[in-house]
């Protein structure tokens, strides 16, 4: 990873911090308070700091190294948040993690989060990926990753429409 800036945005936040479960709901707060800062609304709010709690509970959970990174930014271009999540992992997680988001994307939001809820109910938890699903159909986001098989590194974007 390298120091950048962010250009055409109309403002972003960028984090680095290691993976620790304690972190979670610390970053939410402040990613809450920020934006609050920044006047967008409560209900757009609380869809991001979802998908931000959702993305870095995986990335934490499948990292395979002391580095997490979130970046969130408001484009100028759109009426919309984008929020980014990187981190290392294996080929395994990672290849999961593609399959499991092409899959979401091509079925009924609501459809395909009740079958992750009602997975977890039969203590299928491995790979759940209901965090995935309760971002696409609670936040109404999109989502997509992108691996660096060579560098190891994936990265989970979800982009939410702010109403």
């Known amino acids: 990873m390298q120091i950048d800036y962010e250009k055409n ?64 930014i408001k484009r100028l271009t759109d009426n919309s948040i984008e929020i980014h999540v990187f981190n290392y992992t294996d080929d395994l997680h990672a290849n999961n993690l593609l399959e499991q988001i092409e899959i979401m994307k091509s079925r009924n939001s609501l459809e395909y989060y009740l079958e ?22 609670e936040a109404n986001a999109k989502i997509d990753a992108f691996y660096n098989k060579n560098e190891k590194i994936i990265e989970t974007f979800a982009k939410i429409k702010l109403e």
Do not use: H
């Open 9 to 72: 945005t109309l403002g972003y936040l960028d984090m680095t911090f290691g993976p620790v479960w304690d972190y979670i709901p610390l970053t939410r707060n402040f990613v809450e308070n920020f934006l609050l800062i920044n006047l967008i609304e409560k209900r757009n709010i609380s869809k991001i700091s979802l998908a931000v709690s959702e993305l870095l509970e995986n990335a934490i959970k499948y990292s395979n190294n002391d580095v997490i990174r979130l970046k969130i």
């Open 116 to 137: 992750k809820m009602k997975n977890i109910s039969k203590n299928n938890k491995e790979f759940s990926n209901l965090g995935l699903a309760r971002i696409n159909y």
